[in-house]
């Protein structure tokens, strides 16, 4: 069973930068794609950013594109989000997610285990 644990969050000002972690247990974190999303209060689970099992595919939402990074370390078996020039907007829960390589990143469905989010608040 796949672990994934998340840290990072915090609360930040408009336009600073924070760096999201997502580790994980377990040999096939090598094998998967991973993903972030975010959830803020009343709203559906957003697809942030997505990574390929190799890591040289990158995805993002339109949200976020030029501003946030993903990145990950098979080595450490951790995933990150750099995220830049963050908005008021950027509030929420952010979580990382795990899915079978091939699978289609933006979609909640193609994840098998989540994290437990990390919130993340942006002042104005």
């Known amino acids: 069973q796949v672990q994934l644990v998340e840290s990072g969050g915090g609360l930040v000002q408009t336009g600073d930068s924070l760096r999201l972690s997502c580790a994980a247990s377990?040999?096939?974190?090598?094998?998967?794609?991973m993903g972030w999303f975010r959830q803020a209060p009343g709203k559906e689970r957003e697809a942030v950013a997505g990574i390929n099992s190799n890591g040289n595919i990158l995805y993002y939402g339109d949200s976020v594109k030029g501003r946030f990074t993903t990145s990950r370390d098979t080595a450490r078996n951790t995933v990150y989000l750099q995220m830049n020039n963050l908005k008021p907007e950027d509030t929420a829960v952010y979580y990382c997610?795990?899915?079978?390589?091939?699978?289609?990143?933006?979609?909640?469905?193609?994840?098998?285990?989540w994290g437990q989010g990390t919130q993340v608040t942006v002042s104005s």
């Open positions: 997610g795990i899915r079978p390589a091939g699978s289609a990143w933006s979609i909640p469905e193609s994840y098998t285990n």
């Open positions: 377990g040999r096939i974190f090598s094998s998967n794609g």
